[in-house]
């Protein structure tokens, strides 16, 4: 085959992208070195017809939060009711209509500006971009992709819908969406697992750390590397979740600095507090501390503060033992023994590859943790959804067969 497929996972933070090429399957690296692309589209203030993405996007998000939109794959197939309380509840610096009245298309519009983009536009952008970085990089067109969901976009016909016709107005020809825990599955199997591993194991238990929240499901495996899921899917606190625990730190330690409990931050200050946050999240799954340190925050007022990796264990705590908790339920709805040795337990996603994440849930959960995939762990998504789709694209196998399948 020479055609090239390109695995996308649509996740809520960044997206990340897998080429599979001559038979090989490479991940992709964007202009910055990064292997994600930041979901985030700020409207250039010089420009107001121009829009810049990724981490460019997202820089100018920190001085310009007025006019930036990011966490775009939440508000896919959302009703207007759950979007409305996710601007609320992450205090985003915009608003959604799922269905605008003027054209009958879902859109974003910004607190301080008259200005609209719609939701399909928005992501049409992120994956035109996405599109045209792997056609420079293998130097010729690409025309099929694979897009690996969140479950709510997956599992809904609109959903699916909306993000195909992006898909397809980005320049590609051929698409098809699989469920992100699906790709991943396959990423996991094809990546990391040997044959002689997943014989050996008779179950597996993935727990998918993402932005919007974190997935543990069990798969039973059978002799010819196949995985079928025999539990449901259960839902803990993501990546945001962590954000926000920590972003609710700051600003009741710069109230304390300002000696001020009811001095409240608006949308830019938030939106500033929230990029630094993310920051510190990185820095301290390795670093003994954090220096916060944004001028002028708010009231005139600037921040500063050490955030020391004891204080930010105990905002983790909460966050593990819920974590923990789904874990363990998903293993005794498997009908297995949480200290049998018949499992291995993967941690994907982003947020595993934090050191400090993966020590406390062993140190809580009390068994011992796969690190087969610790340099693998946030592009397993991808990877996996580029594998799926040259079965998809070949048609070597019925849709149904190939969704679980050691490529």
């Known amino acids: 085959m020479s055609d090239a497929v390109l695995g996308i996972d649509l996740g809520t933070s960044y997206i990340r992208c897998a080429i599979w090429d001559r038979g090989t399957v490479r991940m992709l690296t964007f202009g910055d070195g990064e292997t994600k692309l930041p979901a985030y589209i700020t409207i250039n203030p010089d420009d107001n017809k121009e829009c810049i993405i990724g981490a460019a996007g997202k820089d100018l998000s920190t001085s310009h939060p007025e006019s930036c939109l990011f966490q775009l794959i939440h508000f896919v197939g959302c009703a207007q009711e759950q979007a409305d309380e996710a601007v609320r509840g992450y205090h985003l610096p915009f608003q959604f209509e799922a269905v605008s009245t003027s054209n009958d298309v879902a859109r974003f519009s910004f607190n301080f500006s008259s200005q609209h983009l719609s939701l399909r536009s928005t992501l049409c952008r992120l994956l035109r971009e996405s599109r045209e970085q792997a056609e420079h ?18 599992h ?55 932005a919007e929240s974190t997935r543990v499901r069990v798969f039973k495996m059978d002799s010819e590397g196949r995985a079928s899921g025999i539990t449901q899917v259960r839902l803990g606190p993501g990546g945001l979740s962590l954000d926000l625990a920590l972003m609710q730190y700051c600003v009741s330690t710069f109230q304390k600095q300002a000696s001020s409990s009811t001095m409240e931050l608006d949308a830019g200050a938030i939106h500033r507090l929230r990029i630094e946050c993310e920051e510190a999240k990185i820095k301290l799954s390795t670093a003994q501390s954090f220096q916060f340190h944004l001028p002028m925050l ?16 105990e905002i983790c705590g909460p966050f593990v033992q819920t974590i923990d908790k789904r874990i363990y339920e998903s293993i005794l709805a498997a009908d297995l023994r949480p200290d049998g040795d018949n499992f291995r337990i993967l941690l994907v996603g982003g947020g595993a590859r934090m050191p400090l994440l993966r020590q406390l849930i062993r140190w809580s959960n009390g068994h011992t943790l796969d690190n087969s995939l610790a340099g693998f762990a946030d592009t397993a998504c991808a990877y996996g959804a580029a594998c799926l789709g040259v079965g998809e694209v070949l048609r070597e196998k019925p849709k149904k067969e190939r969704s679980c399948v050691l490529c």
Do not use: N, W, Y
Request: hydrophobic share 50%.
């Open 156 to 210: 809904s016909r609109e959903g699916i819908a909306a993000v195909e016709e992006a898909a397809m107005r980005a320049g590609f020809t051929t698409v098809s969406t699989v469920p992100a825990f699906e790709a991943i599955l396959a990423g996991c199997l094809s990546q990391s697992l040997t044959p002689g591993v997943i014989k050996a194991v008779a179950h597996l238990v993935v727990v998918d750390f993402g």
């Open 137 to 154: 990089l293998i130097r010729r067109p690409i025309q099929s992709c694979v897009l690996a969901a969140p479950l709510h976009v997956a």
């Open 298 to 313: 708010s009231h005139g007022r600037d921040f500063v503060h050490r955030l020391s990796m004891a204080v930010f264990t």
